[in-house]
C-alpha cells in the first residue's frame, strides 16, 4: 500500500433507526466505535447486525437518525462516496477475470494511474500472500485464497473503513480459524477501522476489541469479549455469548443473609452480597461448579446441588454433564484426563457450586 494511506477514523452512530416498509428493523441504535479498532456487530439471524453494517457502508433504504465517519455525516451520501471497503459473505469476485484484474477493478474505475494501480496491487496481494496467483481465476483458488482475494481488493482502494459481512461463513472450521487469525493480523499491520459482522460467538470473542450484542435491532450491551462474558447485564446476553445455567426466581433475605430462592425450590446463598430483593435470575456458568460422586467431602465452601447424570458429551479436553436437579437440568464441564473418573448416566452425584461465580440478572 501506498504511504499516504489515511489515518484511522472512528464511527458514530447517533440514535439509527431503520425499517424496511412497516417492519422496524433497527431501533434507537447509539455507538462509538474507536479509531483503529476491531469492533464486532454479534447476534443471532435477524437481530439486524447486518442491516447496520449496510447502513454504514450506505446500502439499503435511508436511515433516521445519523452516521458519521470521521466526524463527517455520510447518513446521505451515497455508497460511492463514503470511502469504506466491504468484504461479502460470497466474496463477489469476477469469475472472469483474474486475481490481478480482480486486484485492480476498484481503482481502474477511480481513474487511478497504471503505475500506481500496478504497485498497489501488487502490494495488496503482497499482504495477502497471493502475489504468485495474480494470474489465476477465482475457480482455480480455494476458499481461503479467494476470501483473501476479496480482501485484497478492499483494501487497495485505502478504505477509511473496513466492513466485513460473515466473510467466514463459507469456509470449513479449520480454515476459518486460519483465516480469522489472517483477517485480525492483517488489520493490524494496517492499523483500519474494521467492523466485523457475525453470529459466532467463538470469531467475536477470538477477534474482537469490542463487541455489540444485538436482538430484535436493539444494541443490548457493547463491551470487550471477557467483560461481556463475565459481567451480562441480562438474560439474553448471558445466554447467547457461552454456555450459561439461568435459574428464574427470586432474591429474599433469610437470617440477614441475602438468598435466591428459585422458582422449582433450588435455594443459593448469597452471602456478602448486596443485591436488591425481587424477581431475578441466578447465572452461573457450567464450569463454576464441580461435579463429584453424592456424599463426597466438600472440597470447599458453596452451594451444594444434588442430581442425577442425565446427558454426558465428550468434548475433547473436557466432558460437560447434564444433571437433572429437581426439575431442571444443570449443564457442568469436567477437565478430561485420560484415565479420569468419568460419571455414567443416571449415576447420583453433587454439584459444587462457586457461589462468588452467581450473578443474579434483573428480569
Known sequence: MTDTRPQAVGVTIKDLSLSFDTTEVLRGINLTIEPGE???????????????????????PSPKGAILIGGDDVTHVPPWRRNVGM?????ALWPHMTVRKNVAFGLEERK??????????DAALDLVDLREFADRRPSQLSGGQQQRVALARTIVIEPRVLLLDEPLSNLDANLRVQMRREILELQRKLGLTTIFVTH???????????????????????????????????????DFLG????????????????????????????????????????????????IVKAGAPRAAAG????????????????????????TREILVEDSHHAGGQVFQIGEDVALHLDVDQVQVLGR
Not at 38 to 55: E, I, N, Q, V, W
Not at 112 to 121: C, K, L, Q, S, W
Not at 303 to 324: K, Q, W
Open 38 to 60: 476491531f469492533f464486532t456487530f454479534l447476534g443471532p439471524s435477524g437481530s439486524g447486525k447486518s442491516t447496520l453494517l449496510r447502513a454504514i457502508a450506505g446500502f439499503g
Open 87 to 91: 468484504v461479502f459473505q460470497s466474496y
Open 112 to 121: 487511478v494511474g497504471a503505475r500506481e494501480i500496478n504497485d498497489r496491487v
Open 200 to 238: 459466532d460467538q467463538e470469531e467475536a470473542n477470538t477477534t474482537s476489541d469490542r463487541i455489540a450484542v444485538l436482538n430484535d435491532g436493539i444494541i443490548q450491551q457493547v463491551g470487550a469479549p471477557m467483560e461481556l462474558y463475565d459481567n451480562p447485564c441480562n438474560r439474553f446476553v448471558a
Open 243 to 290: 454456555t450459561a445455567n439461568l435459574i428464574d426466581g427470586r432474591m429474599e433475605m433469610e437470617a440477614a443473609t441475602p438468598v435466591f430462592q428459585a422458582d422449582d425450590g433450588i435455594k443459593i446463598l448469597l452471602a456478602g452480597r448486596e443485591i436488591a430483593g425481587g424477581p431475578g435470575t441466578a447465572m452461573f456458568r457450567p464450569q463454576d461448579l464441580e
Open 303 to 326: 452451594a451444594v446441588l444434588l442430581g442425577s447424570v442425565c446427558h454426558r458429551e465428550f468434548l475433547g479436553g473436557l466432558i460437560r454433564y447434564a444433571v437433572r436437579v429437581g
